[in-house]
């Protein structure tokens, strides 16, 4: 009777609570956040462009939407489901998932068959049996249940890195997308430029025959086409490839026939003046590494608990009957046993205690990845704004000088209607126009390339998969 009230008592506990177990909260995740080296040292200004008040909700991404195209969205639609690393990432994902499954298995009774046959060579008896046998290690410490709370937290952080994923995919596509627009232009932009110049050769061999120019000239002249076509070969080969990348991002073959537009659509919406927080904290690697922070804080709560007593409880029915007697009579005899026993663990060359200091260390390392990667993100986030500032001024200036070649271009044609000027000067400041428009473009390039690392860096919300 004494036994049987041990016994209730010891499943009383184990089934109401585990003895050393706590769970991950807000506070006890804040709490070691706040011990980061890395994060002591880091003084956000007051000015600074997060309001921390701010809701993440209330911001608009009309900025980013401005880049949208229905081909574009179709492309990254594609990438989702087709991209080679996403398809290998979702069967890793998979495999957390069954092993956080597994984790949560321990935390219950284990149930075995038996089934065996001897013979006694002395007296040429056979014995038989065959029995149910259940295991089942209390978790008095909770051991078993902060393996499968770290295994929970692996499989949330793995989650959110396969987001992650997701959204670089997209970025890179849109990118790439972009990268293959401007391509298009610069090819048709250099053609032209190349046309002119053939224009200008033209010119020279004129006036070598009339005397004001020489053979250098000529020269000079057709070693710069020459150059130019060189550079266009480079031009489309580098465009080819660019196909051939989005292809690829999409998981198509790399033909590099995909066609995409041969102009930018106009960008329309500012960027906001701040941002919230909220938005940083939101991001899939950060979330990544918070769920980090957790695993290993149930990481050391396991190594601590392993270092204590372990209980188990054991049990078997069955029977066993000798070669005289019938197979279909072993149950006529059954054999019922309940028993436990304690383990603690007394000398192991201080393995359990060094797994310890092991397990506190690497909390220390993942607390301290978090703040790297909070860093890494208001660097982000302070680049791009600060690129996307220096885009705008100088896309101000270079648009500013197209608009006054082509009025100097206009000038000029006049001048040559009234015996003026020539068309000697006139080529030469077409093709000057032609450069300072390829200059526009690439500005331009680079400026959707930067609202998309900015919104990368903001997390990635509502465009681009999340």
């Keep these: 009777m004494y036994k049987k009230l041990v016994l209730l008592s010891v499943l009383t506990v184990s089934l109401s609570s585990c003895i050393g177990y706590k769970e991950a909260t807000k506070e006890n995740i804040n709490e070691l956040k706040e011990k980061s080296e890395i994060a002591s040292h880091i003084q956000i200004p007051d000015d600074w462009i997060f309001d921390r008040k701010a809701n993440s909700k209330s911001i608009s991404y009309d900025w980013i939407n401005d880049l949208k195209t229905s081909q574009l969205e179709a492309l990254i639609n594609e990438g989702m489901l087709y991209n080679a690393d996403l398809i290998i990432a979702r069967e890793k994902l998979n495999q957390i998932e069954l092993a956080m499954e597994i984790a949560g298995s321990d935390l219950y009774p284990s149930v075995s068959a038996v089934a065996n046959t001897s013979n006694n060579l002395v007296s040429g008896s056979q014995v038989q049996r065959l029995a149910l046998k259940a295991n089942w290690e209390i978790d008095l410490w909770g051991k078993n249940k902060s393996s499968q709370m770290a295994s929970t937290s692996s499989y949330f952080s793995?989650?959110?890195?396969?987001?992650?994923?997701?959204?670089?995919?997209?970025?890179?596509?849109?990118?790439?997308?972009?990268?293959?627009?401007?391509?298009?232009?610069?090819?048709?932009?250099?053609?032209?430029?190349?046309?002119?110049?053939?224009?200008?050769?033209?010119?020279?061999?004129?006036?070598?025959?009339?005397?004001?120019?020489?053979?250098?000239?000529?020269?000079?002249?057709?070693?710069?086409?020459?150059?130019?076509?060189?550079?266009?070969?480079?031009?489309?080969?580098?465009?080819?490839?660019?196909?051939?990348?989005?292809?690829?991002?999409t998981g198509k073959y790399p033909e590099g026939k995909l066609a995409t537009q041969n102009f930018f659509n106009t960008v329309k919406s500012s960027i906001p003046e701040s941002f919230p927080l909220e938005l940083l904290e939101n991001r899939s690697d950060i979330q990544a590494s918070h769920f980090q922070i957790e695993k290993a804080f149930y990481e050391v709560q396991e190594a601590k608990a392993a270092r204590l007593p372990s209980l188990n409880i054991s049990s078997s029915l069955g029977s066993a009957g000798s070669n005289v007697e019938s197979i279909n009579s072993l149950f006529s005899n059954p054999l019922i046993k309940v028993g436990g026993g304690l383990v603690s663990p007394l000398f192991n060359g201080g393995k359990l205690k060094k797994n310890v200091e092991v397990k506190n260390s690497?909390?220390?390392?993942?607390?301290?990845?978090?703040?790297?990667?909070?860093?890494?993100?208001?660097?982000?986030?302070?680049?791009?704004?600060?690129?996307?500032?220096?885009?705008?001024?100088?896309?101000?200036y270079t648009t500013n000088a197209?608009?006054?070649?082509?009025?100097?271009?206009?000038?000029?044609?006049?001048?040559?209607?009234?015996?003026?000027?020539?068309?000697?000067?006139l080529i030469r400041k077409q093709r000057d126009l032609l450069k300072n428009e390829m200059n526009l473009i690439n500005l331009e390039l680079q400026y959707r390339i930067e609202r998309i690392n900015l919104y990368m860096a903001l997390g990635a919300e509502n465009f681009i998969y999340s």
Excluded: C, P, W
């Design 158 to 249: 793995a989650k959110h890195q396969n987001t992650l994923l997701h959204q670089s995919i997209a970025g890179m596509i849109a990118k790439a997308y972009y990268l293959n627009i401007a391509g298009n232009i610069q090819e048709n932009k250099i053609e032209s430029y190349i046309q002119k110049t053939k224009d200008l050769e033209k010119l020279y061999i004129i006036q070598k025959k009339v005397g004001t120019a020489n053979a250098i000239d000529v020269s000079n002249i057709s070693a710069e086409i020459i150059s130019l076509q060189g550079y266009l070969e480079k031009i489309k080969n580098a465009n080819m490839q660019s196909r051939r990348s989005l292809e690829l991002l």
């Design 402 to 425: 197209v608009n006054e070649l082509k009025n100097n271009i206009s000038l000029t044609e006049k001048q040559i209607k009234v015996g003026t000027s020539n068309s000697f000067v």
């Design 362 to 396: 690497q909390q220390k390392q993942v607390v301290e990845e978090y703040s790297k990667a909070v860093l890494n993100a208001l660097n982000e986030v302070e680049s791009s704004l600060a690129n996307l500032r220096s885009i705008e001024k100088q896309t101000t």
